[in-house]
């Protein structure tokens, strides 16, 4: 399922792809249903920056969710990629067990807008199960899109305290 998702930030595109490309900012949000990311990876080398997350879900599952992943924890792993120079970036993520099953990948671009920053994301994500991957896909993006709307509100704040 596609999905987009736009968001203004009250900084310079230099100071948002710092905060994007920063570890420490990510091990310190609090996400709804999501424990707090454990860093399993992170480069960068002045231009480019990657970091590999691990996020696990301790919200309540749906049946479907249940049925789906059996008695295992729902843990997927989230790579985040910022090109500080083109003012770009991309997420991609999978689920831990079984990363066939459950993935998707997503885009995002930088751009100066009047007395900010905005990003435009554009993603998709793939539930591939036959049967219930569609309507699953609509269950999980509305609350993945609440969490990048969670994650650039926590950034625009970072923004206006000044890190």
Same mark, same amino acid.
Request: hydrophobic share 45%; glycine share 6%; charged share 30%.
């Given at each position: 399922m596609r999905f987009? !998702?736009?968001h203004r930030f009250n900084g310079s595109e230099q100071a948002v792809t710092a905060l994007l490309a920063d570890p420490a900012f990510? &091990?310190?949000? /609090?996400?709804p249903d999501l424990s707090r990311p454990? &860093?399993?990876e992170e480069g960068d080398d002045g231009d480019k920056a990657m970091l590999r997350l691990r996020y696990e879900f301790v919200?309540? #599952?749906?049946?479907i969710a249940h049925r789906l992943i059996g008695s295992s924890h729902l843990a997927w792993i989230q790579e985040v990629r910022v090109d500080r120079s083109a003012g770009s970036g991309a997420l991609r993520y999978? !689920?831990?067990?079984d990363p066939r099953?459950?993935?998707g990948a !997503?885009?995002?671009? #930088?751009?100066? /807008? !009047?007395?900010g920053t905005v990003r435009r994301l554009d993603g998709e994500l793939i539930v591939a199960v036959l049967g219930v991957g569609r309507m699953a896909e609509r269950r999980i993006v509305p609350g993945l899109l609440r969490?990048?709307?969670?994650? /650039?509100? /926590? #950034?625009?704040?970072q923004l206006r305290r000044g890190r």
């Open positions: 987009h !998702a736009e990510y &091990l310190g949000l /609090a996400l454990e &860093l399993l919200g309540s #599952l749906d049946p999978e !689920a831990e067990k099953r459950l993935y !997503a885009d995002f671009v #930088l751009t100066t /807008a !009047a007395g969490r990048l709307d969670i994650e /650039a509100q /926590a #950034l625009d704040d």
